[in-house]
C-alpha cells in the first residue's frame, strides 16, 4: 500500500507541475509576437502537456484508484471528504482537457484570448491543490 501511496504523489507532483507552468507558458505565448518565439512556444508546451503532464495524471488517476479499490473505499466510502476530494480531481481533469483546448488554439494559430485570461487560469491549480491536500490529510468531514 505505501508504495501505491508513493507512487501517486510523485506523478501527482509531476501532474500539478504542468499544470502550474502549461496556462504560464500561455501567458508567454499569448505575449509572443516573433515567429521564432512563437515556435518554441508550440514545441514547450506539446512536450509538456504530452511528455510530463498527460503521463502524469493518468499515472496519478491509476494509482489513486488502485488505492481506492484495494484499500480506501472499504474503509473511506460514508466520508464526505473522499467524495469531494473525487469531484474535485474530476474537475481538475475538466482542467487539464481545457489545457488541451487552449494548446490546440494555439497550435493552429486561433488563440484569441488575452494573456490575462491565462494569468488568472494559471492560478486555479492553486486552489485544486491546496483543497484536495488539506481534505486528504485533515479529513475533516
Given at each position: 500500500m505505501l508504495w501505491l501511496k508513493a507512487l501517486h504523489l510523485i506523478f501527482m507532483v509531476t501532474w500539478f507541475a504542468g499544470l502550474f507552468y502549461l496556462p504560464r507558458l500561455y501567458v508567454y505565448h499569448a505575449m509572443a509576437e516573433d515567429q521564432t518565439s512563437i515556435d518554441r512556444f508550440k514545441i514547450m508546451e506539446r512536450k509538456l502537456l504530452f511528455g510530463i503532464m498527460t503521463p502524469g495524471m493518468l499515472l496519478t488517476l491509476g494509482f489513486g484508484l488502485w488505492m481506492l479499490k484495494d484499500y480506501a473505499w472499504a474503509?473511506?466510502?460514508?466520508?464526505?471528504?473522499?467524495?469531494?476530494?473525487?469531484?474535485?480531481?474530476?474537475?481538475?481533469?475538466?482542467?487539464?482537457?481545457?489545457?488541451?483546448?487552449?494548446?490546440?488554439?494555439?497550435?493552429?494559430?486561433?488563440?484569441?484570448?488575452?494573456?490575462q485570461f491565462f494569468r488568472w487560469m494559471n492560478e486555479i491549480p492553486v486552489f485544486f491543490l491546496f483543497t484536495i491536500i488539506i481534505l486528504a490529510v485533515v479529513k475533516p468531514f
Open positions: 474503509i473511506y466510502a460514508a466520508s464526505g471528504w473522499l467524495h469531494l476530494k473525487l469531484t474535485l480531481i474530476a474537475g481538475l481533469v475538466i482542467f487539464h482537457g481545457c489545457c488541451i483546448k487552449w494548446w490546440l488554439d494555439f497550435r493552429n494559430d486561433q488563440n484569441h484570448r488575452s494573456h
